[in-house]
């Protein structure tokens, strides 16, 4: 890349005012493992890594972003992103693993989330995609990682789309969860089949006043909840619904939940400096990057279908569907193939 980095930060800003080569890839089949049971391939029974050692503090942009980064300074960068109501915790495993494979891992909490707090009491509570993708960028210059391969699930995968979609020069390659996640406002306007509106049940809720109240007042029972019917059949314990839940302490985190379900709705505005960048992203982008998607079979939240998206994905790409009742926290919950997945679209570059 000619351009330096600071340049491109001001190039992505200004669209808003805006090593591993390994043989086995070539034939690599995350829906079967030959001398692994689905369970075991995706949800080793080895001692697994269930935190992280250290929380670091970087001030990016409009936030003093708490992250955690695992593996080399050399290596090769790798940022993961969370979802909600999840945590940078849906990584722990990944990133162990990609670590110990030479990458350099970061993963940040969301603003909204954890120990990620705005440098300004007068910064709205924005919780709108272009904002969290700008965010990203922000974090990538103050880290001063010029490119990195970007992977999320949920809100972690719209924003991974968008960087990846409207700043390929700092996308080196996508993992996404679900695929093509990039929305609109306008597109947002159009009712969906009763079956399909039902599944956004809280996005409905939290149009209310009496939502914003309640997930103010009931928000680790909320999340959980949405745990559960997410991934149906993850048997996920206590302490680990309890580690990721003080990350929903944070005291935006209501109103960034609560304004990313109104704005999707047109209920309420955005800030005006994303407002280039949303007509961007409103005409749905492609994406060039080499990409992965992966899916679960027991997926319970919203998600499209990935023959829908398929024709968004216009550099090398592929898409694994996993079985075994994998549900929506995905990395979490089979980290092995998130992992896979990784070294895959990192092989599409080479």
């Not at 808003?16 to 075991?40: G, M, P, R």
């Not at 391939?41 to 003093?64: C, H, M």
């Amino acid at each position: 890349m000619n351009t330096p980095k600071n340049i491109n930060r001001r190039h992505f800003l200004s669209m808003a005012s805006f090593a591993v080569t390994i043989a086995e890839l070539s034939s690599i089949n995350l829906l079967n493992a030959e001398s692994h049971t689905q369970a075991d391939r995706y949800n080793p029974i080895s001692t697994k890594q269930t935190s992280f050692e250290q929380i670091k503090q970087i001030k990016a942009g409009v936030l003093d972003v708490g992250y955690t980064e695992a593996g080399p300074s050399h290596g090769q960068p790798v940022i993961l992103l969370h979802g909600w109501p999840y945590d940078i915790h849906s990584y722990t495993e990944v990133a162990s693993l990609l670590a110990a494979k030479g990458y350099r891992v970061i993963v940040p909490y969301l603003r909204g989330y954890g120990t990620t707090h705005f440098l300004s009491a007068q910064t709205p509570r924005n919780g709108q995609q272009s904002a969290l993708a700008t965010d990203v960028i922000a974090l990538m210059d103050a880290l001063k990682i010029e490119k990195a391969i970007i992977g999320g699930f949920d809100w972690g995968a719209r924003t991974a789309n968008i960087v990846a979609a409207l700043c390929p020069e700092r996308c080196k390659a996508l993992v996404a969860v679900s695929g093509y996640l990039i929305g609109s406002q306008q597109a947002n306007q159009t009712p969906l089949s009763p079956k399909a509106e039902l599944s956004w049940w809280y996005q409905f809720y939290f149009a209310t006043e009496r939502g914003h109240i309640g997930y103010q007042a009931n928000r680790r029972d909320f999340a959980k909840l949405i745990w559960q019917t997410a991934s149906p059949k993850w048997q996920f314990d206590e302490p680990t619904f309890a580690q990721s839940a003080t990350a929903f302490d944070n005291p935006d985190h209501v109103d960034i939940v609560i304004h990313n379900y109104r704005w999707r709705l047109g209920l309420v505005a955005g800030e005006k400096q994303y407002d280039e960048l949303e007509k961007k992203l409103a005409t749905g982008p492609v994406i060039t990057v080499p990409a992965v998607t992966l899916e679960g079979d027991a997926n319970g939240a919203p998600h499209p279908d990935p023959s829908v998206y398929a024709a968004k994905f216009k550099g090398k790409y592929a898409h694994h569907t996993l079985l075994g009742g994998i549900g929506h926290n995905l990395p979490q919950e089979a980290p092995l193939a998130f992992v896979d997945a990784i070294l895959e679209a990192d092989s599409f570059t080479k």
